[in-house]
Protein backbone atom coordinates (compact mmCIF):
# COMPACT_ATOMS: atom_id res chain seq x y z
CA UNK A 1 0.00 0.00 0.00
CA UNK A 2 2.45 2.52 1.34
CA UNK A 3 5.40 1.11 -1.21
CA UNK A 4 2.08 1.69 -4.51
CA UNK A 5 1.75 5.10 -2.81
CA UNK A 6 5.39 5.89 -3.05
CA UNK A 7 5.36 4.44 -6.62
CA UNK A 8 2.29 6.70 -8.03
CA UNK A 9 3.96 9.64 -6.09
CA UNK A 10 7.44 9.20 -7.67
CA UNK A 11 5.50 9.12 -10.89
CA UNK A 12 3.67 12.24 -10.30
CA UNK A 13 7.01 13.76 -9.46
CA UNK A 14 8.77 12.27 -13.08
CA UNK A 15 5.67 13.64 -14.96
CA UNK A 16 5.74 16.75 -13.23
CA UNK A 17 9.15 17.46 -13.53
CA UNK A 18 9.28 16.09 -17.18
CA UNK A 19 6.46 18.57 -17.59
CA UNK A 20 8.61 21.15 -16.67
CA UNK A 21 11.74 20.25 -18.24
CA UNK A 22 9.87 20.46 -21.23
CA UNK A 23 8.26 23.65 -20.73
CA UNK A 24 11.43 24.85 -19.53
CA UNK A 25 13.32 23.83 -22.70
CA UNK A 26 10.56 25.32 -24.91
CA UNK A 27 10.74 28.25 -23.18
CA UNK A 28 15.01 28.63 -23.54
CA UNK A 29 15.43 27.13 -26.53
CA UNK A 30 18.20 29.49 -27.82
CA UNK A 31 19.74 30.02 -24.35
CA UNK A 32 20.81 29.27 -20.67
CA UNK A 33 17.49 28.79 -18.53
CA UNK A 34 16.76 31.65 -16.40
CA UNK A 35 18.13 34.04 -19.20
CA UNK A 36 16.64 37.43 -20.91
CA UNK A 37 15.44 36.65 -24.42
CA UNK A 38 17.08 39.30 -26.63
CA UNK A 39 15.68 41.35 -29.23
CA UNK A 40 17.62 42.69 -31.74
CA UNK A 41 20.63 40.61 -31.50
CA UNK A 42 21.38 37.70 -33.16
CA UNK A 43 21.75 34.31 -30.55
CA UNK A 44 24.65 32.50 -30.41
CA UNK A 45 23.80 28.91 -31.61
CA UNK A 46 23.78 26.88 -28.34
CA UNK A 47 21.56 23.88 -26.53
CA UNK A 48 18.55 24.69 -24.76
CA UNK A 49 18.70 25.75 -21.17
CA UNK A 50 22.65 25.49 -21.42
CA UNK A 51 23.43 28.13 -23.66
CA UNK A 52 26.72 27.57 -25.30
CA UNK A 53 28.42 26.23 -21.85
CA UNK A 54 29.24 23.03 -23.27
CA UNK A 55 30.94 23.89 -25.86
CA UNK A 56 32.72 26.42 -24.30
CA UNK A 57 34.11 24.04 -21.81
CA UNK A 58 35.08 21.74 -24.33
CA UNK A 59 36.59 24.24 -27.18
CA UNK A 60 38.12 25.87 -23.96
CA UNK A 61 41.82 25.34 -25.33
CA UNK A 62 40.69 27.08 -28.50
CA UNK A 63 38.03 29.22 -27.14
CA UNK A 64 39.53 31.95 -29.85
CA UNK A 65 38.94 29.88 -33.22
CA UNK A 66 35.62 29.11 -31.22
CA UNK A 67 35.10 33.00 -31.28
CA UNK A 68 35.85 33.16 -34.60
CA UNK A 69 33.48 29.96 -35.31
CA UNK A 70 30.24 31.78 -33.71
CA UNK A 71 31.17 34.99 -35.40
CA UNK A 72 31.54 33.01 -38.91
CA UNK A 73 27.78 31.74 -38.45
CA UNK A 74 26.39 35.30 -38.78
CA UNK A 75 27.12 38.34 -40.83
CA UNK A 76 26.15 40.35 -37.49
CA UNK A 77 29.46 41.44 -36.26
CA UNK A 78 27.37 40.85 -32.80
CA UNK A 79 26.25 38.36 -30.81
CA UNK A 80 24.81 37.47 -27.75
CA UNK A 81 25.64 34.09 -25.75
CA UNK A 82 23.95 33.19 -22.35
CA UNK A 83 25.64 29.99 -20.36
CA UNK A 84 24.33 28.40 -17.52
CA UNK A 85 25.55 30.10 -14.36
CA UNK A 86 27.40 32.81 -16.01
CA UNK A 87 26.05 36.70 -16.56
CA UNK A 88 25.35 37.00 -20.15
CA UNK A 89 27.82 37.74 -22.58
CA UNK A 90 27.41 39.99 -25.34
CA UNK A 91 30.30 38.85 -28.10
CA UNK A 92 31.46 41.26 -30.65
CA UNK A 93 33.96 41.96 -33.14
CA UNK A 94 32.43 45.81 -34.41
CA UNK A 95 35.05 48.00 -34.47
CA UNK A 96 32.19 50.68 -33.78
CA UNK A 97 31.28 49.09 -30.40
CA UNK A 98 34.75 48.56 -29.40
CA UNK A 99 35.23 52.35 -29.82
CA UNK A 100 31.95 52.92 -27.67
CA UNK A 101 33.21 50.83 -24.65
CA UNK A 102 36.94 51.61 -24.45
CA UNK A 103 36.43 55.46 -25.36
CA UNK A 104 33.30 57.04 -25.61
CA UNK A 105 31.30 55.68 -23.05
CA UNK A 106 34.44 54.62 -21.08
CA UNK A 107 32.43 55.84 -17.35
CA UNK A 108 30.06 53.26 -18.15
CA UNK A 109 32.52 50.01 -18.70
CA UNK A 110 34.20 48.96 -15.83
CA UNK A 111 36.74 45.78 -15.38
CA UNK A 112 34.29 43.53 -13.94
CA UNK A 113 34.72 41.87 -10.03
CA UNK A 114 34.23 38.49 -11.47
CA UNK A 115 37.63 39.29 -13.94
CA UNK A 116 39.36 40.85 -11.54
CA UNK A 117 39.06 38.24 -8.63
CA UNK A 118 40.27 35.96 -10.66
CA UNK A 119 43.66 37.78 -10.37
CA UNK A 120 43.63 39.19 -7.04
CA UNK A 121 46.12 37.11 -5.51
CA UNK A 122 49.05 38.26 -8.16
CA UNK A 123 48.00 41.64 -9.16
CA UNK A 124 46.70 42.48 -5.79
CA UNK A 125 45.02 46.27 -6.29
CA UNK A 126 47.50 47.61 -9.04
CA UNK A 127 46.65 48.98 -11.91
CA UNK A 128 44.93 46.07 -13.92
CA UNK A 129 42.44 44.92 -11.39
CA UNK A 130 41.88 49.22 -10.44
CA UNK A 131 38.80 51.00 -11.68
CA UNK A 132 38.12 54.67 -10.78
CA UNK A 133 40.08 56.85 -8.10
CA UNK A 134 42.23 53.76 -7.57
CA UNK A 135 43.13 52.77 -10.76
CA UNK A 136 43.58 57.24 -12.02
CA UNK A 137 46.12 57.81 -9.50
CA UNK A 138 48.37 54.51 -10.80
CA UNK A 139 48.20 55.72 -14.16
CA UNK A 140 49.39 59.37 -13.57
CA UNK A 141 51.76 58.73 -11.28
CA UNK A 142 53.15 55.84 -13.92
CA UNK A 143 53.08 57.77 -16.92
CA UNK A 144 56.01 60.00 -15.50
CA UNK A 145 58.41 57.40 -16.52
CA UNK A 146 57.04 56.77 -19.68
CA UNK A 147 59.15 59.28 -22.00
CA UNK A 148 61.68 60.29 -24.22
CA UNK A 149 64.63 60.79 -21.76
CA UNK A 150 63.97 57.67 -19.93
CA UNK A 151 63.37 55.72 -22.82
CA UNK A 152 66.81 56.14 -24.01
CA UNK A 153 67.76 55.58 -20.60
CA UNK A 154 66.01 52.22 -21.26
CA UNK A 155 67.90 51.38 -24.19
CA UNK A 156 71.32 50.98 -22.55
CA UNK A 157 69.62 48.17 -20.82
CA UNK A 158 67.95 46.96 -23.62
CA UNK A 159 71.23 46.49 -25.62
CA UNK A 160 73.50 45.30 -22.98
CA UNK A 161 71.33 42.67 -22.12
CA UNK A 162 70.87 41.97 -25.68
CA UNK A 163 74.82 41.22 -25.86
CA UNK A 164 74.92 39.14 -22.78
CA UNK A 165 72.37 37.28 -24.67
CA UNK A 166 74.03 36.92 -27.56
CA UNK A 167 77.23 36.21 -26.21
CA UNK A 168 76.35 33.75 -22.69
CA UNK A 169 73.07 31.97 -24.42
CA UNK A 170 73.31 32.06 -28.35
CA UNK A 171 76.34 31.84 -29.39
CA UNK A 172 77.29 28.62 -27.03
CA UNK A 173 74.34 27.20 -28.66
CA UNK A 174 75.87 27.78 -31.74
CA UNK A 175 79.38 26.17 -31.00
CA UNK A 176 77.55 23.23 -29.57
CA UNK A 177 75.28 22.82 -32.34
CA UNK A 178 72.64 23.22 -29.63
CA UNK A 179 68.42 24.25 -30.29
CA UNK A 180 67.23 26.61 -28.22
CA UNK A 181 63.65 27.50 -27.04
CA UNK A 182 63.37 31.32 -28.17
CA UNK A 183 60.33 31.86 -26.05
CA UNK A 184 61.92 30.71 -23.12
CA UNK A 185 65.08 32.99 -23.64
CA UNK A 186 63.47 35.75 -24.68
CA UNK A 187 61.25 35.57 -21.62
CA UNK A 188 64.45 35.68 -19.53
CA UNK A 189 65.42 39.03 -21.29
CA UNK A 190 61.76 41.18 -20.92
CA UNK A 191 62.18 39.55 -17.21
CA UNK A 192 65.74 40.68 -16.53
CA UNK A 193 64.37 44.37 -18.20
CA UNK A 194 61.29 44.61 -16.46
CA UNK A 195 62.77 43.84 -13.16
CA UNK A 196 65.49 46.87 -13.75
CA UNK A 197 63.12 49.25 -15.09
CA UNK A 198 60.66 48.43 -12.42
CA UNK A 199 62.52 48.18 -9.54
CA UNK A 200 65.92 49.07 -10.21
CA UNK A 201 67.12 45.72 -9.41
CA UNK A 202 69.63 43.22 -12.29
CA UNK A 203 68.58 39.63 -11.75
CA UNK A 204 71.74 38.76 -13.94
CA UNK A 205 69.19 35.73 -15.66
CA UNK A 206 70.36 36.03 -18.85
CA UNK A 207 74.24 36.27 -17.92
CA UNK A 208 74.39 33.17 -15.88
CA UNK A 209 71.68 31.79 -17.79
CA UNK A 210 69.37 30.43 -14.81
CA UNK A 211 65.97 30.76 -13.77
CA UNK A 212 65.73 32.67 -10.73
CA UNK A 213 63.38 31.92 -7.91
CA UNK A 214 61.28 34.88 -8.09
CA UNK A 215 61.37 33.86 -11.88
CA UNK A 216 60.27 30.69 -11.52
CA UNK A 217 57.50 31.86 -9.12
CA UNK A 218 56.35 34.15 -11.08
CA UNK A 219 55.83 31.94 -14.10
CA UNK A 220 53.94 29.50 -11.49
CA UNK A 221 51.50 31.92 -10.42
CA UNK A 222 50.70 33.48 -13.58
CA UNK A 223 49.94 30.15 -15.28
CA UNK A 224 48.50 28.10 -12.41
CA UNK A 225 47.79 30.49 -9.14
CA UNK A 226 44.67 31.90 -10.34
CA UNK A 227 43.46 28.71 -11.02
CA UNK A 228 44.43 26.98 -8.39
CA UNK A 229 42.97 28.80 -5.50
CA UNK A 230 40.22 30.61 -7.10
CA UNK A 231 38.05 27.56 -9.00
CA UNK A 232 36.28 25.84 -6.52
CA UNK A 233 38.28 22.59 -8.09
CA UNK A 234 41.79 24.64 -8.04
CA UNK A 235 40.96 25.12 -4.60
CA UNK A 236 40.63 21.66 -3.39
CA UNK A 237 43.42 20.43 -6.04
CA UNK A 238 45.66 23.45 -4.05
CA UNK A 239 44.49 21.83 -0.49
CA UNK A 240 45.30 18.44 -1.44
CA UNK A 241 48.83 19.11 -3.43
CA UNK A 242 51.15 18.74 -0.50
CA UNK A 243 50.03 14.84 -1.32
CA UNK A 244 49.16 14.45 -4.95
CA UNK A 245 52.60 16.68 -5.47
CA UNK A 246 54.64 15.94 -2.90
CA UNK A 247 57.85 18.05 -2.92
CA UNK A 248 56.41 20.38 -5.11
CA UNK A 249 55.73 24.34 -4.04
CA UNK A 250 52.25 25.35 -3.40
CA UNK A 251 50.92 28.27 -5.00
CA UNK A 252 50.66 29.99 -1.91
CA UNK A 253 54.18 29.65 -1.40
CA UNK A 254 55.00 30.94 -4.55
CA UNK A 255 53.22 33.92 -3.24
CA UNK A 256 55.31 34.07 -1.14
CA UNK A 257 58.69 33.93 -2.82
CA UNK A 258 56.94 36.81 -5.05
CA UNK A 259 56.31 39.01 -2.24
CA UNK A 260 60.02 38.17 -0.03
CA UNK A 261 61.30 39.53 -3.38
CA UNK A 262 59.45 42.86 -3.47
CA UNK A 263 59.16 43.60 0.22
CA UNK A 264 62.93 43.36 0.43
CA UNK A 265 63.48 45.52 -2.44
CA UNK A 266 61.14 48.37 -1.30
CA UNK A 267 63.17 48.25 2.29
CA UNK A 268 66.41 48.17 0.80
CA UNK A 269 65.04 50.95 -1.31
CA UNK A 270 63.91 52.64 1.94
CA UNK A 271 67.36 52.35 3.14
CA UNK A 272 69.19 53.61 0.06
CA UNK A 273 66.88 56.98 -0.13
CA UNK A 274 67.39 57.81 2.98
CA UNK A 275 71.25 57.50 2.21
CA UNK A 276 70.52 60.31 -0.33
CA UNK A 277 70.88 57.73 -3.38
CA UNK A 278 68.50 59.19 -6.29
CA UNK A 279 66.53 56.87 -8.37
CA UNK A 280 64.56 57.34 -11.99
CA UNK A 281 62.86 53.57 -11.74
CA UNK A 282 58.92 52.78 -11.38
CA UNK A 283 59.70 52.01 -7.32
CA UNK A 284 60.75 55.60 -6.82
CA UNK A 285 57.97 57.31 -8.75
CA UNK A 286 55.55 55.32 -6.68
CA UNK A 287 57.45 55.81 -3.75
CA UNK A 288 57.34 59.75 -4.38
CA UNK A 289 53.36 59.07 -5.06
CA UNK A 290 50.29 59.81 -2.70
CA UNK A 291 47.22 58.02 -3.17
CA UNK A 292 43.96 58.44 -4.20
CA UNK A 293 43.37 59.61 0.34
CA UNK A 294 46.24 61.60 -0.08
CA UNK A 295 48.73 58.99 2.02
CA UNK A 296 52.10 57.82 1.36
CA UNK A 297 51.95 54.51 -0.72
CA UNK A 298 52.37 51.56 1.77
CA UNK A 299 54.28 48.57 1.32
CA UNK A 300 51.62 46.49 -0.30
CA UNK A 301 50.21 48.96 -2.36
CA UNK A 302 53.74 49.79 -3.71
CA UNK A 303 54.46 45.65 -4.41
CA UNK A 304 51.29 45.72 -6.43
CA UNK A 305 52.18 48.64 -8.49
CA UNK A 306 55.72 47.82 -9.72
CA UNK A 307 54.74 44.05 -9.73
CA UNK A 308 51.87 44.95 -12.41
CA UNK A 309 53.86 46.90 -14.50
CA UNK A 310 56.18 43.73 -14.43
CA UNK A 311 53.60 41.77 -15.37
CA UNK A 312 51.91 43.73 -17.83
CA UNK A 313 55.05 44.17 -19.98
CA UNK A 314 57.23 41.02 -19.60
CA UNK A 315 55.03 38.11 -21.18
CA UNK A 316 53.29 40.23 -24.21
CA UNK A 317 56.45 41.55 -24.90
CA UNK A 318 58.22 38.28 -24.82
CA UNK A 319 55.43 36.69 -26.72
CA UNK A 320 55.15 39.26 -29.28
CA UNK A 321 58.79 38.85 -30.22
CA UNK A 322 58.46 35.21 -30.13
CA UNK A 323 55.05 35.25 -32.64
CA UNK A 324 57.03 37.21 -34.69
CA UNK A 325 60.54 35.10 -34.86
CA UNK A 326 57.93 32.54 -36.06
CA UNK A 327 56.02 34.52 -38.77
CA UNK A 328 59.51 35.55 -40.21
CA UNK A 329 60.75 31.67 -40.39
CA UNK A 330 57.39 31.25 -42.49
CA UNK A 331 57.29 34.58 -44.67
CA UNK A 332 60.90 34.74 -46.35
CA UNK A 333 59.65 36.83 -48.45
CA UNK A 334 59.29 39.55 -45.38
CA UNK A 335 62.29 38.62 -43.68
CA UNK A 336 64.14 39.58 -46.56
CA UNK A 337 62.69 42.88 -46.93
CA UNK A 338 62.98 43.22 -42.91
CA UNK A 339 67.08 42.23 -42.86
CA UNK A 340 67.31 45.01 -45.73
CA UNK A 341 65.92 47.34 -44.04
CA UNK A 342 68.21 46.83 -41.18
CA UNK A 343 71.12 47.04 -42.54
CA UNK A 344 70.22 49.52 -44.55
CA UNK A 345 69.93 51.32 -41.02
CA UNK A 346 71.84 49.87 -38.41
CA UNK A 347 75.92 50.38 -39.10
CA UNK A 348 77.55 48.61 -36.34
CA UNK A 349 79.02 50.96 -34.55
CA UNK A 350 75.21 52.39 -34.48
CA UNK A 351 74.20 48.93 -32.96
CA UNK A 352 76.53 49.56 -29.83
CA UNK A 353 75.32 53.21 -29.37
CA UNK A 354 72.08 53.02 -27.37
CA UNK A 355 70.65 56.55 -27.99
CA UNK A 356 71.87 56.71 -31.72
CA UNK A 357 70.24 53.50 -32.29
CA UNK A 358 66.87 54.92 -30.85
CA UNK A 359 66.99 57.38 -32.79
CA UNK A 360 67.52 55.18 -35.90
CA UNK A 361 64.22 52.58 -34.89
CA UNK A 362 61.70 55.20 -34.41
CA UNK A 363 62.24 55.64 -38.40
CA UNK A 364 62.27 52.47 -39.36
CA UNK A 365 58.77 51.79 -40.96
CA UNK A 366 59.03 48.32 -42.06
CA UNK A 367 60.14 47.22 -38.85
CA UNK A 368 57.41 49.23 -37.17
CA UNK A 369 54.80 46.93 -39.55
CA UNK A 370 55.99 43.95 -38.91
CA UNK A 371 55.28 44.28 -35.44
CA UNK A 372 52.13 45.20 -35.56
CA UNK A 373 51.34 43.02 -38.19
CA UNK A 374 52.33 40.15 -36.04
CA UNK A 375 49.95 41.78 -33.33
CA UNK A 376 47.30 41.94 -35.58
CA UNK A 377 47.51 38.44 -36.02
CA UNK A 378 48.36 37.42 -33.03
CA UNK A 379 47.79 39.71 -30.14
CA UNK A 380 49.28 38.95 -27.28
CA UNK A 381 46.43 39.96 -25.09
CA UNK A 382 44.07 38.21 -27.25
CA UNK A 383 40.33 38.54 -25.22
CA UNK A 384 38.98 41.09 -23.47
CA UNK A 385 35.94 42.22 -21.18
CA UNK A 386 34.10 45.04 -19.78
CA UNK A 387 30.99 45.29 -17.62
CA UNK A 388 28.19 47.54 -18.09
CA UNK A 389 27.33 49.41 -14.90
CA UNK A 390 24.29 50.82 -16.49
CA UNK A 391 21.74 50.16 -19.26
CA UNK A 392 23.21 51.59 -22.58
CA UNK A 393 22.80 50.89 -26.31
CA UNK A 394 25.59 50.35 -28.64
CA UNK A 395 26.51 52.23 -31.98
CA UNK A 396 25.19 48.72 -33.78
CA UNK A 397 21.45 48.87 -31.96
CA UNK A 398 22.34 46.06 -29.44
CA UNK A 399 20.72 47.06 -26.07
CA UNK A 400 23.03 46.49 -23.02
CA UNK A 401 21.71 46.21 -20.04
CA UNK A 402 23.40 46.96 -16.38
CA UNK A 403 25.70 43.78 -15.05
CA UNK A 404 26.04 42.81 -18.92
CA UNK A 405 29.73 41.96 -19.94
CA UNK A 406 30.78 43.10 -23.09
CA UNK A 407 33.61 40.67 -24.79
CA UNK A 408 35.84 41.56 -27.66
CA UNK A 409 38.54 39.53 -29.22
CA UNK A 410 41.30 41.53 -30.52
CA UNK A 411 41.75 37.45 -32.36
CA UNK A 412 38.78 37.69 -33.94
CA UNK A 413 38.52 41.20 -35.17
CA UNK A 414 42.25 40.52 -36.73
CA UNK A 415 41.27 37.62 -38.49
CA UNK A 416 37.77 39.19 -39.71
CA UNK A 417 37.13 39.72 -43.11
CA UNK A 418 34.76 42.12 -42.74
CA UNK A 419 37.60 44.41 -40.52
CA UNK A 420 40.34 44.10 -42.70
CA UNK A 421 39.35 42.80 -46.43
CA UNK A 422 39.83 39.30 -48.13
CA UNK A 423 43.56 38.94 -47.29
CA UNK A 424 42.84 39.39 -43.45
CA UNK A 425 44.33 35.74 -42.62
CA UNK A 426 47.41 36.77 -44.68
CA UNK A 427 50.38 37.82 -43.36
CA UNK A 428 51.58 41.36 -45.28
CA UNK A 429 52.90 44.41 -43.32
CA UNK A 430 52.66 46.47 -46.45
CA UNK A 431 49.27 47.33 -45.39
CA UNK A 432 50.71 49.30 -42.89
CA UNK A 433 52.54 51.26 -45.23
CA UNK A 434 51.17 53.68 -46.59
CA UNK A 435 53.09 56.31 -49.48
CA UNK A 436 56.28 55.36 -47.61
CA UNK A 437 54.75 56.00 -44.45
CA UNK A 438 53.37 54.31 -41.54
CA UNK A 439 49.64 54.05 -41.20
CA UNK A 440 48.42 52.67 -38.02
CA UNK A 441 44.97 51.99 -37.48
CA UNK A 442 42.46 52.95 -34.88
CA UNK A 443 42.45 50.89 -31.61
CA UNK A 444 38.86 50.26 -32.30
CA UNK A 445 39.52 48.66 -35.53
CA UNK A 446 42.79 46.74 -33.67
CA UNK A 447 42.77 47.06 -30.22
CA UNK A 448 46.06 45.05 -29.69
CA UNK A 449 47.24 47.52 -27.08
CA UNK A 450 43.31 48.35 -25.97
CA UNK A 451 41.92 52.26 -26.16
CA UNK A 452 40.68 55.12 -25.02
CA UNK A 453 41.87 56.68 -21.40
CA UNK A 454 43.16 52.76 -20.42
CA UNK A 455 45.17 52.55 -23.71
CA UNK A 456 48.47 50.34 -22.68
CA UNK A 457 51.03 52.44 -21.21
CA UNK A 458 53.36 50.79 -22.38
CA UNK A 459 52.53 50.59 -25.79
CA UNK A 460 55.61 52.13 -27.17
CA UNK A 461 58.39 51.10 -24.76
CA UNK A 462 57.04 47.63 -25.69
CA UNK A 463 57.46 48.67 -29.71
CA UNK A 464 61.27 50.34 -28.54
CA UNK A 465 62.24 47.13 -26.77
CA UNK A 466 60.74 44.49 -28.94
CA UNK A 467 62.08 46.06 -32.23
CA UNK A 468 65.42 47.20 -30.71
CA UNK A 469 65.76 43.20 -29.71
CA UNK A 470 64.06 42.16 -33.21
CA UNK A 471 66.76 44.43 -34.89
CA UNK A 472 69.47 43.37 -33.16
CA UNK A 473 68.82 39.35 -33.29
CA UNK A 474 68.20 39.14 -36.98
CA UNK A 475 70.81 41.53 -37.91
CA UNK A 476 73.26 38.92 -35.94
CA UNK A 477 71.64 35.58 -36.54
CA UNK A 478 69.31 33.27 -38.87
CA UNK A 479 66.46 31.11 -37.34
CA UNK A 480 65.18 28.63 -38.47
CA UNK A 481 62.50 25.97 -37.21
CA UNK A 482 63.44 22.59 -35.60
CA UNK A 483 60.67 20.05 -37.57
CA UNK A 484 58.01 18.56 -35.95
CA UNK A 485 57.05 21.09 -33.13
CA UNK A 486 53.34 21.82 -33.14
CA UNK A 487 53.64 25.72 -32.95
CA UNK A 488 49.88 26.40 -31.38
CA UNK A 489 48.53 28.54 -28.59
CA UNK A 490 47.78 27.91 -25.42
CA UNK A 491 44.74 29.87 -23.17
CA UNK A 492 46.20 32.39 -20.75
CA UNK A 493 46.02 35.62 -19.75
CA UNK A 494 48.11 36.24 -22.83
CA UNK A 495 48.81 34.74 -25.97
CA UNK A 496 51.90 31.98 -25.25
CA UNK A 497 53.15 29.39 -27.75
CA UNK A 498 51.90 26.03 -25.75
CA UNK A 499 55.18 24.21 -26.04
CA UNK A 500 57.12 27.15 -27.01
CA UNK A 501 59.51 27.68 -29.96
CA UNK A 502 62.31 25.63 -31.08
CA UNK A 503 64.92 27.57 -33.27
CA UNK A 504 68.31 26.33 -34.94
CA UNK A 505 70.33 29.71 -35.29
CA UNK A 506 73.21 30.27 -37.60
CA UNK A 507 75.54 33.55 -37.66
CA UNK A 508 74.44 35.53 -40.25
C1 LIG B 1 53.40 43.99 -27.16
C2 LIG B 1 53.30 44.27 -25.90
C3 LIG B 1 52.05 44.72 -25.20
C4 LIG B 1 50.74 44.57 -25.55
C5 LIG B 1 50.16 43.90 -26.79
C6 LIG B 1 49.95 45.20 -24.51
C7 LIG B 1 48.57 45.26 -24.51
C8 LIG B 1 47.82 45.78 -23.48
C9 LIG B 1 46.39 45.70 -23.38
C10 LIG B 1 45.46 45.01 -24.37
C11 LIG B 1 46.02 46.32 -22.24
C12 LIG B 1 44.61 46.42 -21.66
C13 LIG B 1 44.42 45.26 -20.74
C14 LIG B 1 43.11 45.29 -20.05
O1 LIG B 1 42.86 46.26 -19.34
O2 LIG B 1 42.33 44.36 -20.20
C15 LIG B 1 47.22 46.83 -21.63
C16 LIG B 1 47.24 47.55 -20.47
C17 LIG B 1 48.40 47.98 -19.88
N1 LIG B 1 49.68 47.80 -20.32
FE1 LIG B 1 50.24 46.86 -22.00
N2 LIG B 1 50.79 45.71 -23.57
C18 LIG B 1 52.08 45.44 -23.95
C19 LIG B 1 53.23 45.80 -23.28
C20 LIG B 1 53.27 46.59 -22.16
C21 LIG B 1 54.47 47.08 -21.52
C22 LIG B 1 55.88 46.81 -22.00
C23 LIG B 1 54.09 47.78 -20.43
C24 LIG B 1 54.89 48.49 -19.39
C25 LIG B 1 56.06 48.24 -19.01
C26 LIG B 1 52.64 47.77 -20.40
C27 LIG B 1 51.90 48.40 -19.45
C28 LIG B 1 50.52 48.37 -19.41
C29 LIG B 1 49.75 48.95 -18.34
C30 LIG B 1 50.30 49.68 -17.13
C31 LIG B 1 48.41 48.71 -18.63
C32 LIG B 1 47.18 49.13 -17.81
C33 LIG B 1 46.70 50.44 -18.31
C34 LIG B 1 45.45 50.92 -17.60
O3 LIG B 1 44.63 50.10 -17.18
O4 LIG B 1 45.31 52.14 -17.50
N3 LIG B 1 52.19 47.04 -21.47
N4 LIG B 1 48.31 46.49 -22.41
C1 LIG C 1 21.94 41.49 -38.29
O1 LIG C 1 22.40 42.18 -39.46
C2 LIG C 1 21.43 42.43 -40.44
C3 LIG C 1 22.08 43.07 -41.65
O2 LIG C 1 23.24 43.76 -41.31
C4 LIG C 1 20.34 43.30 -39.87
O3 LIG C 1 19.33 43.55 -40.81
C5 LIG C 1 19.74 42.61 -38.65
O4 LIG C 1 18.77 43.43 -38.06
C6 LIG C 1 20.84 42.29 -37.65
N1 LIG C 1 20.31 41.74 -36.43
C7 LIG C 1 19.96 40.45 -36.20
C8 LIG C 1 19.33 40.16 -34.89
O5 LIG C 1 20.15 39.58 -36.97
C1 LIG D 1 35.84 31.63 -40.54
O1 LIG D 1 35.51 31.85 -41.90
C2 LIG D 1 36.61 32.10 -42.78
C3 LIG D 1 36.06 32.33 -44.16
O2 LIG D 1 35.42 33.56 -44.22
C4 LIG D 1 37.58 30.92 -42.77
O3 LIG D 1 38.70 31.22 -43.56
C5 LIG D 1 38.01 30.63 -41.34
O4 LIG D 1 38.84 29.50 -41.32
C6 LIG D 1 36.82 30.45 -40.42
N1 LIG D 1 37.33 30.33 -39.07
C7 LIG D 1 36.87 29.45 -38.19
C8 LIG D 1 37.58 29.38 -36.88
O5 LIG D 1 35.91 28.76 -38.40
C1 LIG E 1 33.60 36.96 -21.30
O1 LIG E 1 34.28 37.60 -20.25
C2 LIG E 1 34.07 37.03 -18.99
C3 LIG E 1 34.77 37.90 -17.95
O2 LIG E 1 36.12 38.05 -18.23
C4 LIG E 1 34.61 35.60 -18.98
O3 LIG E 1 34.38 35.02 -17.72
C5 LIG E 1 33.91 34.81 -20.07
O4 LIG E 1 34.47 33.52 -20.13
C6 LIG E 1 34.04 35.49 -21.41
N1 LIG E 1 33.23 34.73 -22.33
C7 LIG E 1 33.30 34.80 -23.64
C8 LIG E 1 32.35 33.95 -24.42
O5 LIG E 1 34.09 35.52 -24.20
C1 LIG F 1 70.71 27.75 -20.86
O1 LIG F 1 69.67 27.11 -20.11
C2 LIG F 1 68.82 26.29 -20.86
C3 LIG F 1 67.68 25.76 -20.01
O2 LIG F 1 67.79 26.10 -18.69
C4 LIG F 1 69.64 25.14 -21.45
O3 LIG F 1 68.78 24.31 -22.22
C5 LIG F 1 70.73 25.71 -22.32
O4 LIG F 1 71.55 24.67 -22.81
C6 LIG F 1 71.59 26.69 -21.53
N1 LIG F 1 72.51 27.33 -22.45
C7 LIG F 1 73.78 27.50 -22.18
C8 LIG F 1 74.60 28.15 -23.21
O5 LIG F 1 74.29 27.13 -21.12
C1 LIG G 1 39.17 34.84 -22.47
O1 LIG G 1 38.66 33.55 -22.76
C2 LIG G 1 38.91 32.58 -21.77
C3 LIG G 1 38.41 31.25 -22.26
O2 LIG G 1 37.02 31.19 -22.34
C4 LIG G 1 38.23 33.00 -20.47
O3 LIG G 1 38.50 32.06 -19.46
C5 LIG G 1 38.74 34.36 -20.06
O4 LIG G 1 38.06 34.81 -18.92
C6 LIG G 1 38.55 35.36 -21.18
N1 LIG G 1 39.17 36.61 -20.78
C7 LIG G 1 38.54 37.75 -20.84
C8 LIG G 1 39.28 38.91 -20.31
O5 LIG G 1 37.42 37.86 -21.30
C1 LIG H 1 26.63 56.14 -21.84
O1 LIG H 1 25.99 55.29 -20.92
C2 LIG H 1 24.99 55.92 -20.17
C3 LIG H 1 24.54 54.94 -19.10
O2 LIG H 1 25.50 54.99 -18.09
C4 LIG H 1 23.87 56.34 -21.09
O3 LIG H 1 22.82 56.92 -20.36
C5 LIG H 1 24.44 57.33 -22.10
O4 LIG H 1 23.47 57.67 -23.04
C6 LIG H 1 25.64 56.75 -22.81
N1 LIG H 1 26.34 57.80 -23.55
C7 LIG H 1 26.70 57.70 -24.82
C8 LIG H 1 27.52 58.79 -25.37
O5 LIG H 1 26.39 56.76 -25.50
Request: charged share 25%; hydrophobic share 40%.
Amino acid sequence: MSENLTYSLTGVATITSAAILGLLTLKYNDRAIFTERRDNIHSASGLPLFGIMFEQIAKKERFLDFFIEKMNETDNMTMYASSLGLPPKIMTIDPRNVEHVLKDNFSNYVKSKRSTDLLNDLFGHGIFAANGKQWYYQRKTASVIFNTNNFRNFFTVFVKELNVMSERIIDKAIERGEVIDFQSMIYKFTLETFVYLGFGKQLNALYNNVTVPFATSFDACQANCFQRLVSPIGRLREALSPILHPGEMTAKEHIQVIDDFAYNLIQERKVQLAQGHKYKDLLSQFMAARNPEGKELGDTELRDAVLNFIIAGRDTTAQTLTWTIYYLIMHPRVEAKLVSEIEKYISDEIEQDPPALYEMIKKMVYSHAVFYEVLRLEPVVPNSSKEALEDDVLPDGTHVYKGDQINWSSYAMGRSKKIWGNDAESFYPERWIQDGHLRRESPSKWPAFHGGPRICLGQNLATLEGLVALIILLKRYKFSLVSNQEVVYTMSLTHPIKNGLKVFVEKR
